[in-house]
C-alpha cells in the first residue's frame, strides 16, 4: 500500500509565499514522476508543476517564475515553494506520483488528500 502524505498550505496575502511538501510512503520500489496539480471550484484540476526521477522539471505557464518544485529521491519526497501568490493560485492542490510497487513491479498513480491554499487579495 502505498499513501502521499501532504503537508503546508494554508492562507497568505497576495504577494505571500507557502510552500507545500509531498512524502510517498508504502510499498515501493522506486517512484517516478511527481508532480503537483491543482483544482478551483468550479474548474478542472490541472497540473502546477512535476519533476522526474532525474530533476527534470516541468511548469505549467501560469506559475513558471513563481513556483518551484524540489525533490528528494532518498526521502520519496517533493517540496513546492509558491512565491508571489496571486488570487488566481487559491486552489486545492494536490501531489501526484507514479510509483512502481515493491509488491509487483506494478506502475501505479496515487495522489494525496488535497491541501488548501487560500491567496487574498
Known amino acids: 500500500q502505498v499513501r502521499l502524505v501532504e503537508s503546508g498550505g494554508g492562507l497568505v496575502q497576495t504577494g505571500g509565499s507557502l510552500r507545500l511538501s509531498c512524502q510517498a510512503t508504502?510499498?515501493?520500489?522506486?517512484?517516478?514522476?511527481m508532480g503537483w496539480y491543482r483544482q478551483a471550484p468550479g474548474k478542472q484540476r490541472e497540473l502546477v508543476a512535476s519533476?522526474?526521477?532525474?530533476?527534470?522539471?516541468n511548469y505549467a505557464d501560469s506559475v513558471k517564475g513563481r513556483f518551484s518544485i524540489s525533490r528528494d529521491n532518498a526521502k520519496n519526497t517533493i517540496s513546492l515553494q509558491m512565491n508571489s501568490l496571486k488570487p488566481e493560485d487559491t486552489a486545492v492542490y494536490y501531489c501526484?506520483?507514479?510509483?512502481?510497487?515493491?509488491?509487483?513491479?506494478?506502475?501505479?498513480?496515487?495522489w494525496g488528500q488535497g491541501t488548501q491554499v487560500t491567496v487574498s487579495s
Open positions: 501526484n506520483a507514479a510509483v512502481i510497487s515493491a509488491t509487483n513491479y506494478r506502475v501505479l498513480s496515487y
Open positions: 508504502g510499498s515501493i520500489f522506486t517512484v517516478e514522476t
Open positions: 519533476i522526474t526521477g532525474r530533476g527534470v522539471t
